[in-house]
T-cell receptor
Framework: RKEVEQDPGPFNVPEGATVAFNCTYSNSASQSFFWYRQDCRKEPKLLMS???SGNEDGRFTAQLNRASQYISLLIRDSKLSDSATYLCVAGFWGQNFVFGPGTRLSVLP | DAGVIQSPRHEVTEMGQEVTLRCKPISGHDYLFWYRQTMMRGLELLIYFNNNVPIDDSGMPEDRFSAKMPNASFSTLKIQPSEPRDSAVYFC??????????FGPGTRLTVL
């Protein structure tokens, strides 16, 4: 079983739609969680950290469920510019962060 | 801040040649990571350093791959001899202990 698993997609949604991604991690001792965004032919960039209490940044909401070992990302009012691959990350500060394979999102006009 | 700097950005070489990829981490970052990304395998960790010391190289595919970090501001990833299956995008990333991990722009390697 991979340490971090995601549905690869693609998720094809119309502009303005709400879309949610889930991600599961296998190491119950993981301390740190993130969502990264990767545009085509570019490097991954931090989208947002994920906190135990859940957190929101504009149209983006991240949730952590430690009991079920999953992380979610909700995107409201999707924009064309949200089209990208979203990478889920779990890990420990003193060690490596494990990146999931990514979920591809296409927002259609 | 200049961000993580990688060179070259693109490399095309022939099978059997030596390839050296270079990385300059963000100043003050004490962790440095080398990743490889392909469509088939996604983002794979090759090796990472903490304070210039290699901590985990279990992701290095085989003896043809080697990485060094002679000082806090420079690291290299070397492939010798290169093979077509090494074609991928190689990313370097750095971070402080309890901080965001930043990636460089990557080196797109093509081995013919």
């Amino acid at each position: 079983r991979k340490e971090v698993e995601q549905d690869p997609g693609p998720f094809n949604v119309p502009e303005g739609a709400t879309v949610a991604f889930n991600c599961t991690y296998s190491n119950s001792a993981s301390q740190s969680f993130f969502w990264y965004r990767q545009d085509c032919r570019k490097e991954p960039k931090l989208l947002m950290s994920v906190y135990s209490s859940g957190n929101e940044d504009g149209r983006f909401t991240a949730q952590l469920n430690r009991a079920s070992q999953y992380i979610s990302l909700l995107i409201r009012d999707s924009k064309l510019s949200d089209s990208a691959t979203y990478l889920c990350v779990a890990g420990f500060w003193g060690q490596n962060f494990v990146f999931g394979p990514g979920t591809r999102l296409s927002v259609l006009p | 801040d200049a961000g993580v700097i990688q060179s070259p950005r693109h490399e095309v070489t022939e099978m059997g040649q030596e390839v050296t990829l270079r990385c300059k981490p963000i100043s003050g970052h004490d962790y440095l990571f080398w990743y490889r990304q392909t469509m088939m395998r996604g983002l794979e960790l090759l090796i990472y350093f903490n304070n210039n010391v290699p901590i985990d190289d279990s992701g290095m595919p085989e003896d043809r791959f080697s990485a060094k970090m002679p000082n806090a501001s420079f690291s290299t990833l070397k492939i010798q001899p290169s093979e077509p299956r090494d074609s991928a995008v190689y990313f370097c990333a750095s971070r402080r202990q309890a901080d965001t991990q930043y990636f460089g722009p990557g080196t797109r390697l093509t081995v013919l």
